[in-house]
């Protein structure tokens, strides 16, 4: 039985902002019901009872189930490396912050910087994300360097910011500077990307399902049907998340840069023949 979690009632406006870390497997596998309930949550500077803020029910194994509008909570699931967590509602900023593997599904909305500094895991955000997805953590100069984020809604400005290994993929359209100074791995928009795409990008992926306006710096290398997209759009479905079929019909116009900076990174539009 999973280790069940119901807010009591959301905090009320802005307020002190609330440490939700504990809200992890890595920190309730193994503890019973009683020991959950005594866990310190950080709120401002002030630290209450895990019990004063939510109703838990079950055991302390590796599966967590978390009810209620976290969005004034940050760092949910951060440094998270096992089992799985599942959110039924909004969460706030830094979910999933240096998460190592497992599985964080949001059944909401996620803050600014979810998946800070990820290595590795699945995170499944519902709604929308903010901005700063998968972004490098304060003072590191790389993103995101391996695991998995999709995202069913849109998300903000700024996602894989300097991203070096992974795969993000997000239905819905992204703000300004998408996967600005990209190192690898591979970004799949099925919307459209905001100005400034793959802005000094050295290598990497992105795909742009609903057009784009490359930077000047990117030029373009021809139309093509590209076999290992297949693999990629295979592995999506199979984690239960949809890929348009127009997706799979469509050879790509393909722009390489970003050349300021010799970069060889690619961004793949539909259009053109094969």
Do not use: W
Not at 109 to 138: F, K, N, Q, S
């Amino acid at each position: 039985m999973p280790l069940r979690m119901k807010l009591k009632q959301p905090p009320a406006g802005p307020g002190a902002p609330i440490d939700g870390s504990c809200l992890c497997p890595d920190r309730l596998a193994g503890l019973g019901r009683r020991e959950v309930e005594r866990l310190p949550i950080l709120v401002g500077r002030s630290q209450v009872p895990l019990a004063e803020m939510f109703d838990v029910s079950g055991d302390g194994g590796e599966a967590i189930e978390v009810e209620g509008d976290l969005s004034s909570f940050a760092r949910v699931g951060a440094s998270m490396a096992r089992g799985s967590l599942v959110v039924r509602g909004a969460v706030g900023p830094r979910a999933g912050a240096a998460m190592r593997c497992g599985a964080f599904r949001i059944e909401g909305p996620a803050g600014d910087y979810a998946g800070e500094g990820m290595t590795g895991g699945l995170l499944r955000i519902r709604g929308d994300a903010g901005d700063d997805l998968a972004a490098p953590p304060p003072g590191h100069s790389r993103g995101m360097n391996r695991g998995t984020i999709l995202v069913d809604g849109s998300a903000g400005h700024r996602v894989a910011l300097r991203m070096r290994r992974g795969v993000i993929a997000v239905a819905g359209d992204l703000g300004e500077a998408a996967a600005c100074g990209m190192l690898a791995g591979s970004l799949f928009v099925f919307g459209k990307p905001g100005r400034g795409a793959g802005a000094l990008m050295k290598r990497g992926t992105i795909l742009a399902l609903g057009g784009i306006d490359p930077l000047p710096t990117f030029l373009p290398a021809g139309s093509l049907r590209f076999s290992f997209l297949e693999i990629f759009f295979d592995a999506l479905e199979s984690a239960g998340f949809p890929v348009p079929p127009r997706a799979r019909r469509a050879p790509y116009l393909r722009h390489v840069g970003d050349l300021s900076g010799g970069g060889v990174g690619e961004i793949l539009v539909p259009g053109g023949a094969p």
